[in-house]
């Protein structure tokens, strides 16, 4: 039997969470820390992605930079831990995520086929069955 990475991921997360004094469990279950951990994850995703972005060439205009391709690898990794800990926050584990995701997928790909012409979040409240 194969390793279930994202499984790992997600218990990893929540080890280094604990030792770090989050627990995901007692957050997801209080509706007020749940908003203030999710923003936090949010925030701290923004600035993942802006240390991604500047680890390749933005300044069109500037001639001088080079891509650090190590370093972006790291920050993906980096907004990684911060998703992780979200999904946890929001109540989701690596089964759910998954589930999640392969549905959502669906829905991107229905959204392709037909063009993509409208915005509609209904779609979206449909994988909730709402």
């Given amino acids: 039997m194969s390793e279930d990475r994202l499984e790992t991921i997600f218990a990893m997360q929540k080890e280094l969470n604990r030792k770090i004094g989050v627990d995901t469990d007692r957050i997801q279950a209080d509706p007020e820390a749940q908003k203030t951990w ?12 802006a240390e991604l972005t500047d680890s390749v060439p933005w300044k069109w205009w500037a001639k001088y930079q080079k891509i650090d391709l190590d370093n972006a690898k790291v920050e993906i990794v980096d907004l990684l831990h911060f998703l992780v800990s ?12 998954h589930d999640l995701y392969t549905r959502k997928h669906r829905v991107n790909q229905d959204r392709q086929k037909d063009g993509y012409a409208t915005k509609d979040e209904g779609d979206n409240r449909a994988l909730f069955g709402k």
């Fill in 38 to 49: 999710l923003l936090n994850y949010a925030r701290a995703m923004s600035q993942e992605v």
């Fill in 86 to 97: 979200a999904a946890q926050v929001a109540g989701l584990d690596a089964a759910g995520l």
